[in-house]
């Protein structure tokens, strides 16, 4: 398990609490938020603009045989009706696989489906009307023939070998297989003094955002050139995207991503919707905004983590555990999703297995099934949850086959906060992390002994409570190796422009984006240190690759650790400018200067010299009066993409206090605790809010959120009056507390926090349920769990 992984560490982080970084600030954008004067797309209003509505499919799987549209065209305010065959005229198709997974395989997509439909509630015509009202009244008159095809709706009829193939030509209903083996897994278990094993299902879920996915597509025939109001997290992802299958050059699309009401990985993907009404614009020489309704979103949003894991770890005498060896299937719908593909998170899964533990070995086989269902695909913490419940559920089993308290046999197993950097049997590469310390700490953190003492005396009364923790490695930052080497062109790098303004303020352009997650306010905390400057005179802007540097954006917790550090490099290049300027000004030398509070100070001393709004004014309006030679930039633009370790993983562990009535199944959650390590933290409160909302995330995936399929692949709870999702009188108290290992490869030594939350919090949750009920000889191996599965594991019915 610990190999050394030898690699020069750069230069030590720079770890003084400034004036703002490390400082609990409020998010600069909240008032105007609160204020209702956000602005997103569904609020947008264009001259001309138009309105898309889309015909689903009623069938899982089926061949269309006959499309009418006549009626639908003469209806009123209609102005275009488009099928499959108008817009494949425009787009060229899309396949959703990474070069370096190797075997994969997905059916190539258009925006709207030729011939054949393979999903209930795919968009198969769209009509694009003055009104969506009106739009929406010309759909039903729009009449289409299906002839029913055989569906996959499960994963035990679409891993049948006679099944039929959802794909023609495909010899199996495989996307992808992958196997990892490291060590004598056979050796080991043979020997073991245990061997503990156990089934687990996760359901599919999806992400319930506040703002649904929109757009609006304005194409300019006069200029040939596209605009696309977008609620999206990545605009250069979809610049490059819409230039490339509509034949626009990208330097004539622009994407704009104004306020974006939450996003949790939904709005990363290609959805045929958005790129149909791209076309739509085309076709109709006017803008058309899509927006999805909440019954659309539930049918067409993209699902995740449908999971169904064998596993088994072979335990020593002693409760260490020696090795593991698991079986991952997931279904991921009818195609691979793009450019991102539904792949990555079975192989998270299978990588991140047993990741906070030392093994010997370990061994893992992964299957990714076509089924007629919605897509999945990549959803905040992606794969994080099933590899932690699988691990922690197994670290539960190993505890009781020893007879050792659940914090000793993790104790016993965590790999030593001295042995980093080290590497995993799957590969993954570690720098440093902090297990060992996060288990004291949350130990402390819960009382943990008083907990058990109370626990003891309330089964006594018939009271059951359980508690559950769970440890976590999250993946945050990756590097060009994530998906460079698969040839999406994804960036890893981020861009700032960062200048002066005439007045003395400062414009910093970031291509990391704002979802409600507070990127503008790090960024702005980040700028204004290492500037020199107050963070009320810094205004932050993202979103828009008009105006805004290529980057990444934000998936993957990359924000602080990639965005954060761009930003303070190009601070740093461009206080040196100022100090430039300002030593021409006074006679002095830059180096003897320094800029504080936005006043050029001596530096000995502290003596201020000059304003920076000074500097601006003579820099821009006077610098006839500078030194012959003075090169007066007060603007610099940074890039910047992580080296060294191909991602910076984080840890941490959360402790999960609950009480489950056996007569009704009802859980009620106590308290929810969570220790982690991001690294360096930029501001402590916008940590705290991004634990909050994941582990309010995964405890809905762990107790209510869970999308439910018919055998003829219906989707039969596809509204918020069917599916459950959290609300504020459910959810816990929730204590966090931190340790801050931070990262070597940067300056900043920011690493990534956004997934910690959901990563473990739903492993927690079952293990703390299973605790509860372990007196009553019951066991819970599904998520979610909800009240029918706890009675029925109680032999209710």
């Not at 030392?358 to 897509?375: G, H, I, P, S």
């Not at 993202?542 to 805004?548: A, H, N, S, W, Y």
């Not at 009620?668 to 390590?677: A, G, T």
Request: proline share 5%; aromatic share 6%.
């Amino acid at each position: 398990m610990n190999a050394p992984f030898d690699r020069p560490l750069g230069a030590e982080p720079h770890l003084e609490p400034g004036v703002h970084v490390g400082r609990p600030l409020p998010r600069p954008n909240a008032k105007r938020l609160v204020a209702g004067r956000g602005n997103y797309v569904t609020d947008m209003k264009l001259p001309r603009m138009l309105h898309a509505a889309f015909v689903r499919s009623p069938f899982a799987h089926a061949r269309i045989v006959r499309i009418d549209v006549e009626a639908a065209r003469a209806a009123p305010g209609v102005a275009l009706v488009a099928t499959g065959e108008d817009l494949a005229k425009l787009c060229t198709p899309w396949v959703g696989t990474l070069d370096h997974f190797k075997g994969m395989k997905s059916e190539p997509q258009l925006p709207l489906p030729i011939g054949r439909v393979t999903w209930s509630g795919q968009a198969v015509v769209a009509v694009v009307a003055e009104s969506r009202a009106a739009a929406e009244d010309a759909c039903e008159l729009v009449e289409i023939e299906y002839e029913d095809l055989p569906v996959l709706a499960d994963l035990d009829t679409a891993l049948a070998l006679d099944a039929p193939r959802l794909v023609e030509g495909f010899a199996d209903n495989l996307c992808f297989r992958s196997s990892l083996e490291g060590g004598a897994v056979d050796d080991l278990f043979a020997s073991a003094a245990h061997v503990v094993e156990a089934d687990l299902a996760f359901g599919r879920h999806t992400g319930v955002t506040l703002e649904p996915r929109a757009l609006i597509a304005d194409y300019d025939a006069s200029e040939h050139a596209l605009t696309v109001h977008h609620g999206t997290q990545t605009p250069f992802q979809f610049q490059d995207l819409y230039s490339r299958h509509y034949g626009i050059p990208e330097a004539r699309v622009r994407v704009a991503a104004p306020d974006v009401g939450g996003s949790f990985g939904v709005k990363l993907h290609v959805y045929h919707e958005d790129m149909a009404v791209i076309g739509l614009s085309m076709l109709a020489g006017r803008p058309v905004k899509f927006v999805a309704d909440r019954l659309e979103a539930f049918v067409s949003d993209i699902h995740a983590r449908d999971h169904r894991v064998k596993a088994k770890a072979a335990v020593g005498a002693d409760g260490r555990i020696l090795a593991m060896a698991v079986e991952d299937e997931t279904a991921i719908g009818a195609f691979s999703t793009y450019p991102r593909t539904s792949a990555v998170e079975g192989n998270q899964v299978i990588r991140l297995i047993g990741a906070p533990y030392r093994l010997e070995a370990y061994r893992a086989d992964l299957k990714v099934v076509f089924q007629n269902k919605t897509q999945t695909s990549q959803y905040r913490a992606v794969g994080h949850p099933i590899a932690c419940a699988v691990t922690e559920h197994l670290m539960e089993k190993a505890a009781a086959a020893t007879g050792l308290d659940p914090f000793e046999v993790r104790a016993r197993n965590l790999i030593p906060d001295d042995a980093y950097p080290c590497q995993s049997l799957t590969g993954y590469k570690f720098e440093q992390l902090s297990h060992e310390a996060c288990l004291a700490k949350l130990k402390t953190l819960m009382d943990y002994d008083r907990l058990r003492a109370e626990q003891a005396e309330l089964r006594a009364r018939g009271i059951h409570r359980g508690i559950g923790i769970a440890a976590f490695v999250e993946i945050t930052n990756p590097t060009p190796a994530f998906y460079g080497i698969g040839g999406a062109r994804i960036s890893a790098q981020d861009g700032a422009v960062i200048k002066i303004t005439p007045s003395g303020e400062v414009r910093c352009l970031i291509s990391v984006t704002e979802q409600g997650q507070g990127t503008e306010a790090i960024i702005g905390q980040i700028v204004a240190d290492y500037l020199g400057v107050s963070r009320d005179i810094v205004r932050v802007i993202t979103g828009d690759t008009e105006v805004t540097p290529h980057g990444g954006a934000t998936w993957a917790c990359r924000g602080a650790g990639i965005g954060g550090e761009t930003a303070l490099q190009a601070a740093k290049k461009l206080k040196a400018n100022v100090l430039k300027v300002a030593a021409a000004i006074l006679q002095a030398q830059p180096d003897d200067l320094d800029l504080v509070d936005a006043e050029v100070v001596d530096k000995a001393g502290g003596a201020a010299r000059l304003s920076l709004a000074e500097v601006a004014r003579i820099a821009y309006f006077r610098s006839d009066t500078l030194p012959p030679g003075t090169d007066a930039q007060l603007t610099v633009a940074h890039h910047f993409a992580p080296s060294g370790y191909p991602f910076a993983f984080t840890n941490g562990i959360h402790g999960c206090h609950v009480e489950v009535d056996a007569e009704t199944g009802l859980v009620k959650i106590l308290k929810h605790f969570v220790v982690e390590d991001c690294g360096r933290i930029i501001n402590p409160l916008l940590v705290e809010e991004q634990v909050r909302g994941g582990v309010v995330q995964g405890l809905g995936a762990a107790f209510f959120e869970e999308c439910r399929y018919d055998e003829a692949g219906q989707l039969v709870n596809g509204s918020l009056a069917d599916y459950l999702v959290p609300m504020s009188c459910e959810m816990p108290d929730i204590v966090i507390a931190h340790m801050e290992t931070p990262t070597r490869d940067t300056e900043l030594g920011a690493k990534g926090c956004g997934e910690a939350g959901t990563a473990a919090s739903s492993a927690a949750a079952l293990n703390a349920v299973n605790d509860a009920l372990a007196p009553l000889a019951a066991e819970l191996t599904q998520i979610p769990m909800t009240p029918a599965r706890i009675l029925k594991a109680l032999g209710a019915f």
